[in-house]
């Protein structure tokens, strides 16, 4: 009954789950498509509002030179052509402002497929009001300087018509001063030639004194009528009015910018699209660089590796070399599933505790902690750390085996007296020594060795006999004669003796090694009695995933540097 309440509420929690799920999913979707959407719109806007602009601006330039030409022309016309352009300029605006709808320069926006029909429309009536407005305001102002010109044409008439009429009366009034002063008693008797003279002036004086003050009177009244307006400059269009006219446009794409930046995918945009080349070169470095790396060593290094003398680890230890025995009736294979070893008194045994499977009771077990104390690294890193130290005061059959992994056999080799294996510690899980005498293990750096350089393998660990090595390898361990020649994957290989000539092969083909199924190099072994070690798969460097895969292959390459 626990359990089915216990699947029950498993079922019922795993499916609960799975719907909170999608709800989250369909909603980041729907928030997703809206920005979208959102952003869309409003670039399409924004790109409809700039090319309405732009093209209006174009159109109103074109419209404000065709003005300047018509209305300049107009500079020394009569009033009856400016009145009748002016007629025309006026019924061509109240035909536009008749056109005009609510604007669409509002916020918020109309729909696009509105602003891509009207918008360009609207734009360029807002500017053909404007230009026509300004040649309107000109015309005005021209009539009323040339009404202006004539009106103080006719003041300037009247003004010397007074100025010729009070001219005669002074005449008549110095010639009458004139006659007085000549008869003065004449021209107060009634009846004498002076005394009409004199009257005939008075009648002349009072008539110009009648014409004068009419001329006046004109002249008065016609400079009330005149006005002081000026005729003005050449015509010129108000650029800033006619952007003016484009104002609501421009406002109109302020706002959008402004909802555009305030939407989360335009405010990605640009800075992605800034470093969208450079992440392009990046990626297109990483693709094609490791094509360039490998080609150079595949062509250029490999080959010339290859035409290098081999390398004799024997001739550079100054030692003769010793061959190992070979197994019987010409088999390979050395290693078992597990192996029984004799343990005789005055030796001792350090295997690895995962491989130790059974022992008599009487040997004696204490714990080692480093395979060698002059080679602490090497111990550290091969593993061989917290050994079983075993000895026998008489002798003992110890049975080896990998009891943590099916895949994994074990190997005896022996090296007699005399004899050197260079050896990566990594297969070893244990040995076999005289008690009392330390473990000869040496090493040698190889730094000026191409082969060692594009190998990676600068140091070579050299193991020296008397000694028994207890030896792992997945599949099995093969020891086999370099004869005149053998070629191994390096990943396989876990040692050789030292009287074999030591090289590199380029790999076969280059496809292969191309896309990482293939070593760039393998190991060369010649010599006739030389021999070989190696596992039969190898399994380092194969761990999934690319994680994975990247750092057991940097530590990988860290180890075969030195030698383990």
Not at 20 to 29: E, K, R, S, T, W
Not at 472 to 497: H, K, M, N, W
Not at 532 to 558: M, N, S
């Amino acid at each position: 009954m626990r359990q089915l309440l216990t699947a029950i509420l498993r079922f019922l929690l795993r499916h609960a789950l799975q719907f909170a799920l999608f709800i989250v999913i369909l909603l980041a979707g729907r928030l997703l498509l809206a920005e979208w959407r959102a952003y869309s719109a409003g670039s399409e806007a924004m790109a409809t509002l700039r090319q309405a602009s732009s093209n209006a601006g174009n159109h109103g330039a074109g419209l404000a030179d065709a003005a300047t030409v018509r209305v300049n022309a107009l500079q020394q016309a009569s009033l009856t052509a400016i009145a009748a352009r002016m007629a025309q300029v006026q019924a061509q605006l109240t035909a536009l402002r008749a056109q005009q709808q609510p604007s669409l320069f509002t916020i918020p926006l109309p729909d696009t497929n509105t602003l891509a029909m009207h918008a360009q429309d609207e734009a360029a009536r807002r500017v053909e009001i404007e230009v026509l407005v300004q040649e309107a305001r000109y015309l005005t102002s021209l009539q009323a300087a040339i009404s202006g010109e004539d009106a103080r044409h006719t003041l300037a008439r009247l003004h010397a018509e007074h100025v010729s009429a009070y001219a005669a009366l002074q005449h008549k009034l110095r010639q009458r001063r004139q006659l007085e002063a000549q008869h003065p008693v004449a021209t107060r008797l009634p009846g004498s030639d002076a005394y009409a003279q004199l009257s005939q002036l008075e009648v002349e004086s009072q008539h110009l004194r009648d014409i004068n003050l009419q001329a006046y009177r004109a002249w008065v009244a016609q400079r009330a009528r005149t006005s002081n307006a000026t005729r003005p400059a050449s015509f010129a269009i108000d650029n800033t009015a006619l952007a003016g006219a484009l104002a609501p446009v421009q406002a109109a794409i302020a706002a959008g910018e402004g909802q555009l930046a305030r939407n989360w995918i335009a405010r990605w945009r640009a800075p992605v699209l800034d470093v969208a080349p450079t992440a392009a070169l990046l990626v297109l470095s990483a693709i094609l660089l490791p094509v360039a790396i490998k080609a150079f060593f595949y062509f250029v290094l490999a080959p010339l590796a290859s035409r290098l003398p081999p390398l004799s680890i024997a001739r550079e230890l100054q030692m003769a070399g010793s061959s190992l025995p070979l197994p019987p009736h010409g088999e390979s294979r050395i290693s078992a599933v597990s192996q029984a070893l004799q343990l005789n008194p005055g030796q001792q045994m350090l295997i690895h505790p995962a491989y130790l499977q059974s022992s008599p009771v009487s040997t004696h077990k204490r714990t080692q902690w480093l395979l060698d104390w002059r080679f602490p690294f090497t111990s550290l890193a091969a593993g061989m750390v917290a050994l079983t130290h075993l000895y026998s005061d008489e002798p003992a059959s110890v049975t080896v085996s990998a009891s943590d992994d099916p895949l994994l056999e074990v190997a005896i080799v022996h090296l007699p007296a005399g004899s050197a294996l260079v050896f990566q510690p990594r297969g070893l899980v244990g040995l076999i020594c005289d008690t009392g005498q330390p473990l000869a293990m040496s090493c040698h750096w190889r730094l000026g060795s191409l082969h060692a350089w594009l190998t990676l393998q600068l140091r070579f660990i050299v193991f020296r006999g008397p000694v028994t090595l207890i030896v792992r390898g997945c599949r099995g361990v093969r020891l086999e004669r370099a004869g005149q020649g053998r070629s191994i994957s390096q990943s396989a290989t876990l040692g050789f003796t030292t009287d074999v000539l030591y090289s590199t092969l380029r790999s076969e083909t280059f496809i292969p090694y191309l896309r990482g199924q293939q070593a760039l190099l393998n190991d060369r072994f010649d010599g006739d009695n030389g021999v070989y070690l190696y596992e039969e798969t190898p399994r380092h460097g194969k761990q999934p995933g690319t994680v994975g895969k990247w750092f057991e292959g940097f530590t990988d390459a860290i180890l075969k540097v030195f030698g383990i």
